[in-house]
T-cell receptor, first 116, second 113 residues
Framework: GAVVSQHPSWVICKSGTSVKIECRSL??????MFWYRQFPKQSLMLMAT?????????EQGVEKDKFLINHASLTLSTLTVTSAHPEDSSFYIC????????????FGNGTRLTVT | GNSVTQMEGPVTLSEEAFLTINCTYT??????LFWYVQYPGEGLQLLLK?????DKGSNKGFEATYRKETTSFHLEKGSVQVSDSAVYFC????????????FGQGTTLQVKP
């Protein structure tokens, strides 16, 4: 089946630094990718939707200048957490789909970010 | 707006017990409904889905029926196994077909031998 690779699987960084998370579709072209954030024992909260070649659409309350999303190709989207702070520590998950309409979503394994 | 509510966990069962995880939703129009499963250390996997009222999704012994009259999509399995231990998420996708999923808070299932 379709595979979405997310890297790194975990990262620890110091407060004030930036961290980039990659999401790749390995065997299909992902026209749309979604970025979610999951707090401990809570649901996945959609952060933004990115379409290849256009600006990401952010959900209400998500700071676009803090969470930079780039979807430069049909197989790669990146999420950069800029000037990270401890409250940004979370589990970030990407998902991708290959087409419009009822195309299935495929999820990455997630990235555990810890900001010290 | 659209929302999904799941029963709180953790749910702890003995092997071969019957499982029900409740899920109700609020949505306009005709959403599609999903159950995802997250095994320890892994990403989310689609377990089953239903795209219209009265549809029954099924996979790996799990079932869920799309009940529009009660706005529910409860997950059931007749006999759970230790390998079913995971976190289960109910989700909906609005009728706009944007692909955006709204998730419930997740329910942790622990099955003991």
């Amino acid at each position: 089946g379709a595979v979405v690779s997310q890297h790194p699987s975990w990262v620890i960084c110091k407060s004030g630094t930036s961290v980039k998370i990659e999401c790749r579709s390995l065997d299909f072209q992902a026209t749309t990718m979604f970025w979610y954030r999951q707090f401990p024992k809570q649901s996945l909260m959609l952060m933004a939707t990115s379409n290849e070649g256009s600006k990401a659409t952010y959900e209400q309350g998500v700071e676009k200048d803090k969470f930079l999303i780039n979807h430069a190709s049909l197989t790669l989207s990146t999420l950069t957490v800029t000037s990270a702070h401890p409250e940004d520590s979370s589990f970030y998950i990407c998902s991708a789909r290959g087409g419009a309409g009822p195309s299935p979503l495929h999820f990455g394994n997630g990235t555990r970010l810890t900001v010290t | 707006g659209n929302s999904v509510t799941q029963m709180e966990g953790p749910v702890t069962l003995s092997e071969e017990a019957f499982l029900t995880i409740n899920c109700t939703y609020t949505a306009t129009g005709y959403p599609s409904l999903f159950w995802y499963v997250q095994y320890p250390g892994e990403g989310l996997q689609l377990l089953l889905k239903a795209t219209k009222a009265d549809d029954k999704g099924s996979n790996k012994g799990f079932e869920a029926t799309y009940r529009k009259e009660t706005t529910s999509f409860h997950l059931e399995k007749g006999s759970v196994q230790v390998s079913d231990s995971a976190v289960y998420f109910c989700a909906l996708r609005g009728s706009g077909n944007t692909g955006k999923l709204i998730f419930g808070q997740g329910t942790t299932l622990q099955v003991k031998p």
